[in-house]
């Protein structure tokens, strides 16, 4: 056994290979094998690796983690979904510990042209076809271990009036538990559609850690919004990756909003292939205490004129860190590439951090491509000036704060997701203690 692995994640991995009912001897089984292998080959990363050398692992290789156990659907459960969930009109499929719950989610009455599924052993035939070999440890685990996903597909030409709706509830009451959501996504060609994923924590007294991986098929001209909110309490490990691939002149819109967890890991691939397909890849991320939030992405050009657009802010009170690592990769036969990437960073307090990596690479010689990043504290000027107006200290720092995080919301296309999203934000700004307990600038 490779060294770098808990042992929490090999007593799973010889549980699951000893239970000939279990997943392993499934249609899948020779899949998981290999994944098995390859994090047994791979072992868990440290920060002697560039991408995790500002992202500590071991408080989470210390932690005893097993295997969620099935949910009861009780009080808790339902006024989580009810405090969690966007909107209860939409089509929603709930997942509790992983298990799809029939009973929370939403799939009677479907709009024609939308399959909303859940999947075990009998998964899409192109499930894990956008994860390279090459993928890190959690994609390779999550691989090896999920339980039930989510399929969604639209199909082609039709548009999705209502936005889709998924729920990770992961319950924190009962011990420290381990899930692994898988969520595929198919817009077929001329359609359109959003996408609301919500990961979140049924309130209780124990970490746990939640392992997702999404992979995103944007046919020819499909226009797609997508959303991923996380909203963990800050005992939560969070790992993540995102796959996406895009067809010709098709739209790509992928949001991140990092609300909650206290070890948060996004991993964020987008391949852009083809002819004039366009990647708007935006975060939002806030947080307090010791939270740690890690973003990296990748935006992969290579189709001809195709254009890119991204934008990830954070907000970062006590001793809050982040990171952003962010690539621009231009191949050879993506001439004519319009590429821009932002990092922008607000500081509350003098023990927040910030590292932010953006960068370049790029083979094609016809191309405009920009990247930037900046670590600032609140503006001292703009304070000044609503003070003169009228505004109150506090009022006034709520309003500067509010606006520099208004700026990556504002690109939420849909006014009804976009003003919950907004109501969510308000919340976790309140809880910072530089914003709602009055603290000093």
């Known amino acids: 056994m490779n060294h770098?692995?808990?042992?929490?994640?090999?007593?799973?991995?010889?549980?699951?290979?000893?239970?000939?009912?279990?997943?392993?001897?499934?249609?899948?089984?020779a899949e998981r094998k290999q994944?098995?292998?390859?994090?047994?080959?791979?072992?868990?990363?440290?920060r002697r690796q560039e991408a995790w050398r500002f992202f500590d692992l071991q408080e989470l290789q210390r932690q005893t983690f097993t295997a969620a156990p099935a949910v009861t659907v009780d009080d808790a459960v339902r006024r989580t979904v009810q405090r969690e969930t966007l909107d209860d009109r939409w089509p929603t499929a709930v997942l509790l510990n992983g298990r799809f719950s029939p009973e929370l989610s939403r799939l009677q009455h479907m709009p024609a042209g939308l399959m909303l599924d859940r999947f075990s052993e009998n998964p899409p035939a192109t499930l894990g076809k956008l994860v390279p070999h090459s993928a890190s440890t959690f994609a390779a685990l999550n691989s090896a271990l999920y339980r039930e996903g989510v399929a969604v597909t639209v199909k082609a030409g039709e548009?999705?009036?209502?936005?889709?709706?998924?729920?990770?509830?992961?319950?924190?009451?009962?011990g420290q538990v381990v899930i692994h959501p898988r969520v595929w996504m198919n817009f077929e060609h001329h359609s359109q559609a959003s996408v609301v994923e919500i990961v979140a924590s049924i309130e209780g007294e124990y970490s746990t850690f939640t392992n997702p991986l999404s992979e995103i098929f944007v046919d020819r001209?499909?226009?797609?919004?997508?959303?991923?909110?996380?909203?963990?309490?800050d005992r939560a490990f969070h790992v993540s990756a995102q796959y996406s691939h895009q067809a010709a002149n098709s739209h790509l819109t992928s949001l991140s909003l990092v609300l909650g967890g206290g070890w948060v890991r996004n991993d964020v691939h987008a391949l852009s292939e083809q002819e004039g397909a366009t990647t708007v890849l935006d975060g939002l991320y806030i947080a307090g205490g010791r939270q740690s939030i890690?973003?990296?992405?990748?935006?992969?050009?290579?189709?001809?004129?195709?254009?890119?657009?991204?934008?990830?802010?954070?907000?970062?009170?006590?001793?809050?860190?982040?990171?952003?690592n962010g690539k621009i990769f231009v191949r050879r036969p993506a001439q004519k590439t319009d590429a821009v990437q932002n990092n922008k960073n607000l500081l509350l307090s003098d023990d927040a951090s910030v590292d932010s990596q953006p960068m370049l690479e790029i083979f094609a010689d016809d191309v405009r491509c920009t990247h930037g990043g900046t670590v600032g504290r609140l503006d001292l000027?703009?304070?000044?000036?609503?003070?003169?107006?009228?505004?109150?200290?506090?009022?006034?720092?709520?309003?500067?704060?509010?606006?520099?995080?208004?700026?990556?919301?504002?690109?939420?296309r849909r006014q009804d997701i976009r003003d919950s999203l907004d109501e969510r934000v308000m919340q976790k700004l309140e809880s910072l203690p530089s914003i709602g307990r009055g603290g000093s600038l």
Do not use: C
Request: hydrophobic share 40%.
């Open 35 to 46: 994944a098995i292998e390859t994090v047994r080959r791979q072992g868990f990363p440290d």
């Open 381 to 412: 000027a703009g304070i000044h000036y609503l003070r003169s107006r009228g505004i109150g200290l506090e009022t006034a720092k709520k309003l500067m704060i509010h606006s520099f995080a208004g700026d990556v919301l504002r690109r939420v």
């Open 221 to 233: 001209e499909a226009v797609v919004d997508h959303i991923r909110l996380l909203r963990h309490d």
């Open 159 to 174: 548009a999705i009036e209502e936005p889709i709706q998924i729920l990770h509830l992961i319950d924190t009451r009962f």
């Open 294 to 324: 890690d973003h990296h992405t990748f935006m992969d050009h290579a189709g001809a004129n195709s254009n890119s657009r991204q934008l990830y802010k954070g907000i970062l009170d006590e001793r809050a860190h982040a990171v952003f």
């Open 4 to 29: 770098m692995i808990p042992n929490w994640v090999e007593e799973r991995f010889l549980a699951l290979q000893n239970d000939s009912s279990s997943l392993a001897s499934g249609p899948r089984g």
